[in-house]
Nanobody, 121 residues
Framework: QVQLVESGGGLVQPGGSLRLSCAAS????????MGWYRQAPGKQRELVASITSGGSTTYADSVKGRFTISRDNAKNTVYLQMNNLKPEDTAVYYCNADRVRTVIGRTSDYWGQGTQVTVSS
């Protein structure tokens, strides 16, 4: 069994910063990519940023230059540093682990439970 545990959400004023963390635990052999998605009320879930085990990153256009994704492969943990936050960044942020291979050879994707980020004055 693999679990993703997120932390770091909260309420912040426009222009402020938050750092999200997501730790994967369980019988993990490898994880191809880890990333963050978000879903605002009434909208579809969208990719915010992702990073492969080799360090290749992808960002949504709306967060480029403001958000930075990083990863500690040894700890199976991914981070999202969010700077210059805007009200439109308000959403539930979900951690994703893509192509998680377990020690018994199974490969699946996993999601965290979500953490609320609210940007408001």
């Amino acid at each position: 069994q693999v679990q993703l545990v997120e932390s770091g959400g909260g309420l912040v004023q426009p222009g402020g910063s938050l750092r999200l963390s997501c730790a994967a635990s369980g019988s993990i052999f490898s994880i191809y990519a880890m990333g963050w998605y978000r879903q605002a009320p009434g909208k579809q879930r969208e990719l915010v940023a992702s990073i492969t085990s080799g360090g290749s990153t992808t960002y949504a256009d709306s967060v480029k230059g403001r958000f930075t994704i990083s990863r500690d492969n040894a700890k199976n943990t991914v981070y999202l540093q969010m700077n210059n936050l805007k009200p439109e960044d308000t959403a539930v942020y979900y951690c994703n682990a893509d192509r998680v291979r377990t020690v018994i050879g199974r490969t699946s994707d996993y999601w965290g439970q979500g953490t609320q980020v609210t940007v408001s004055s």
